[in-house]
């Protein structure tokens, strides 16, 4: 069975309740159960940190076992070198993923510092956006 780790960064704990206007209502968990359902033949895995270190001891503890890493890296993706570093270390495919569409926001999140280290990055599909990343790791 293939496993794949959804991967999720700082004030993603606050899914459903954090500015609901742009992030929506649903909660990481009840996505993570719809998720799990439309594809049984994966073992998905869930990890959730604000702390930058502990997404990257993630990063190398899953990266060289699982299929597929679905990475939502929060505002690190805007800051963190050292994220970018983690994903060009490890072997597992990355995607990048956002919930919005950041390219409609402020200039200061139209620059991810580890795309350049993921496989690919899906955004702006809200929710849905984890699920089309599942599709892309599966399709790889
Ligand atoms: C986000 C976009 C980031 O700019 C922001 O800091 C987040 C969430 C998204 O999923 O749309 O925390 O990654």
Do not use: W
Not at 27 to 40: D, H, I, N, V, Y
Not at 62 to 81: K, L, Q, R, W
């Amino acid at each position: 069975m293939k496993q794949i780790l959804v991967l999720n960064g700082p004030n993603l704990n606050l899914l459903g309740r954090r500015e609901p206007d742009i992030y929506g209502d649903a909660s990481m968990e009840g996505c993570l159960a719809t998720l799990q359902e439309r594809f049984p033949e994966v073992h998905l895995h869930y990890y959730q940190s604000n702390v930058e270190g502990e997404l990257i001891n993630k990063l190398h503890e899953v990266g060289f076992i699982y299929d597929g890493i679905v990475f939502n890296a929060g505002a690190y993706t805007h800051t963190s070198v050292a994220l970018h570093d983690a994903i060009k270390a490890i072997e597992t495919p990355v995607v990048e993923v956002h919930i919005s569409n950041v390219y409609q926001r402020e200039t200061y999140r139209h620059t991810s510092l580890i795309t350049g280290a993921c496989v690919g990055v899906i955004g702006g599909f809200g929710m849905d956006s984890y699920r089309l990343a599942i599709e892309a790791i599966l399709a790889l």
